[in-house]
C-alpha cells in the first residue's frame, strides 16, 4: 500500500514529514519509532521539535529504536550514528536515555547485542513506524545489496558506495568505518507504518527503482512496494510527470 506525495522541496517535504510524525505521535504515545539518522530527515526532526514547543507534544511514553551504527564506535566518538540521533532527534524531542533501544557500535560482542535488539523489537512485537532514509544504492540502514526480507539484526561489510555517501557526513573517505550495525530487513519491514522521505536530483532514479522497479535482493528498499509505505519525495527526486 504506497502513498506517494511530491512535495516542492526540501522545505515543504520536511514540515509534511513532520506534521504526519507528530500526527502518528498524538494518536499513538506509547508508540515503538524507528529513527534514522543521515542528511535527509533532519529538517522533518527540527520541525518536529518545533511543533513539540508549540503544541505540548507528549513523547514521555514513545520507545525510540536506533536503525543503524559504525561498528567500533561509541556514543561519544563524533561519527556516533547514536550521538547524531541524539542530537537531532533525542534531545529536540525530550526522550529520554530509559526510552531508547541502542544499537552498540562497541559492544564487547557485537553480535549478541544484534541479538538482543532483535529480542526487544520482539518484545515490542514489531516497530508501530519506521522513519527512514533512502541509500543512493538502494539500502535501508546498513542493510546492503544484497539483502532480502529474511535479514536479521547484525554486522555488516560496507559497501564501497556507502563508505562513499557516508564520507559527506565525516569530511573523508578515510573517516567512514568500514563495518556497521543495521537493524535487519525483517525489522524495517514488519514496521506497521514506515514513512520514506526523500530528496534531491541525485535520488531520483534510485527512487523510481525501488517504488517502480523489480523487487529484489539487488535494491533492498524495492521490498517496500510490500509495506504500508508513505513516501515524501520532493520534485528534484521525484521528477515531472
Ligand atoms: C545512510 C544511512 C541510512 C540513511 C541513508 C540515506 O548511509 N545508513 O540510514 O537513511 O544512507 O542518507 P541521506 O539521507 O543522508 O541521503
Redesign the pocket.
Known amino acids: 500500500m504506497l502513498d506517494l506525495m511530491v512535495v516542492e522541496d526540501y522545505e515543504a517535504l520536511s514540515q509534511k514529514g513532520a506534521d504526519m510524525v507528530a500526527s502518528y505521535i498524538v494518536r499513538h504515545p506509547t508508540a515503538a519509532l524507528l529513527v534514522?539518522?543521515?542528511?535527509?530527515?533532519m529538517g522533518l526532526y527540527s520541525k518536529l521539535a518545533a511543533l513539540r514547543t508549540q503544541n505540548g507534544l507528549d513523547t514521555s511514553d514513545l520507545r525510540v529504536f536506533q536503525?543503524?551504527e559504525y561498528l567500533g564506535i561509541g556514543g561519544e566518538d563524533d561519527r556516533s550514528l547514536y550521538g547524531w540521533m541524539a542530537k537531532s532527534f533525542l534531545a529536540p524531542l525530550g526522550i529520554a536515555d530509559g526510552q531508547v533501544v541502542r544499537l552498540p557500535g562497541d559492544a564487547d560482542d557485537p553480535q549478541s547485542a544484534c541479538r538482543a535488539y532483535d529480542e526487544q523489537v520482539r518484545a515490542a512485537s514489531s516497530i508501530d513506524l519506521a522513519i527512514?532514509?533512502?541509500?543512493p544504492n538502494g539500502?535501508l540502514?546498513?542493510n546492503e545489496p544484497p539483502a532480502d526480507p529474511t535479514c536479521t539484526t547484525r554486522v555488516v561489510a560496507l559497501s564501497e558506495e556507502?563508505i562513499e555517501?557516508?564520507s559527506v557526513y565525516w569530511g573523508s573517505r578515510a573517516r567512514v568505518p568500514r563495518e556497521a550495525l543495521t537493524a535487519g530487513m525483517d525489522t524495517i519491514l514488519n514496521a506497521k507504518a514506515t514513512i520514506l522521505v526523500v530528496s534531491g536530483r541525485q535520488k531520483r532514479e534510485v527512487l523510481r527503482r525501488t517504488l517502480q522497479g523489480p523487487v529484489t535482493p539487488q535494491l533492498p528498499a524495492s521490498y517496500l512496494q510490500r509495506a504500508h509505505l508513505t513516501v515524501i519525495a520532493d520534485r528534484d527526486a521525484w521528477g515531472e510527470e
Not at 36 to 41: F, Y
Not at 132 to 135: A, T, Y
Open positions: 534514522a539518522t543521515g542528511n535527509t530527515p536503525l543503524d527512514l532514509g533512502l541509500g539500502h540502514g546498513f556507502s555517501s557516508n
